[in-house]
């Protein structure tokens, strides 16, 4: 080799070497934070993260339940919790994820097709149709309930669904009390890590989203802040207690 390329040489080394050694070495770990300003109106609160993990020896998994293992950083709590339901969050919440695979965690059920046995019904009824059906009062003869009842439902007569709903609960109870799990009986459920497409809204399945849906960013805070502090018997935890972590 000439001598006048060996010092380029040398540096074509050097600089490779950095660069495999650079894509091999895992990124340094995001800095815990000291404190974490809470912005609400009942008053803002300073929470003082890096003492309830390394003072307290909180695991972290047991307030960021999103972590994927040790290595995942925890994802805002905003991303899951927003401070209301409302359209804003319903318009934006996607951008708050890394990518779609967390979709699933909310997205967890879409409703495929019925399994349905009209036949197998025809005998436990006894041939008895106004079981399932209206009376001659509404319809001289079994029809398709589609035939009068929507998706969407009118003031006066409900949607098919709630249709569907009522009248079978009368004899299928068991299901109803299992809620998600007894949904399986009678309807296929799509595999939601390959769907594409618009998603059910959650009240479709959700009939109560204050109790069902995932609590907002006040609830979901006070929920677990309390719950710890009632568990110990310290800190803040009594119904007073406000002003031991809002700011007046």
Same mark, same amino acid.
């Given at each position: ?37 809470? +912005? ?10 890096? +003492? ?6 909180? %695991? ?7 972590? %994927? ?10 991303? $899951? ?21 967390? $979709? ?15 036949? %197998? ?12 059906? &209206?009376? %001659? ?10 035939? $009068? ?18 009248? $079978? ?52 805070? &006070? ?6 502090? +009632? ?12 002003? +031991?972590?809002?700011?007046?």
């Amino acid at each position: 080799m000439h001598k006048k390329f060996l010092p380029l040489s040398i540096l074509l080394i050097v600089l490779l070497g950095l660069a495999v050694s650079g894509y091999m070495t895992s990124p340094d770990k995001p800095k815990v934070p000291v404190r974490i300003l809470l +912005k609400n109106s009942g008053g803002k609160v300073i929470f003082t993260h890096i +003492k309830h993990l390394k003072d307290y020896e909180i %695991a972290c998994d047991n307030c960021h339940h999103e972590r %994927a293992g040790n290595e995942t950083e925890p994802l805002p709590c905003g991303s $899951c919790h927003p401070q209301a339901f409302d359209q804003d969050y319903v318009r934006d919440h996607i951008n708050s994820f890394p990518d779609e695979t967390y $979709c699933v965690t909310c997205h967890h059920a879409e409703l495929g097709e019925l399994n349905f046995d009209h036949e %197998a019904h025809e005998d436990y009824a006894d041939e008895d149709c106004q079981t399932c059906h &209206h009376g %001659a009062e509404i319809e001289e003869e079994p029809q398709n309930c589609t035939n $009068c009842h929507t998706s969407a439902g009118t003031e006066d007569i409900p949607s098919i669904r709630t249709a569907a709903h009522d009248r $079978c609960v009368t004899c299928h109870e068991e299901q109803f009390e299992d809620e998600m799990k007894g949904c399986n009986t009678c309807h296929k459920v799509k595999n939601m890590k390959k769907f594409e497409g618009d998603t059910t809204p959650c009240s479709q399945c959700h009939q109560n989203e204050s109790k069902d849906l995932v609590p907002n960013r006040l609830d979901a805070f &006070h929920n677990l802040c309390m719950d710890c502090h +009632k568990e110990l018997k310290r800190g803040p935890y009594k119904d007073n207690d406000c002003d +031991k972590c809002h700011l007046r």
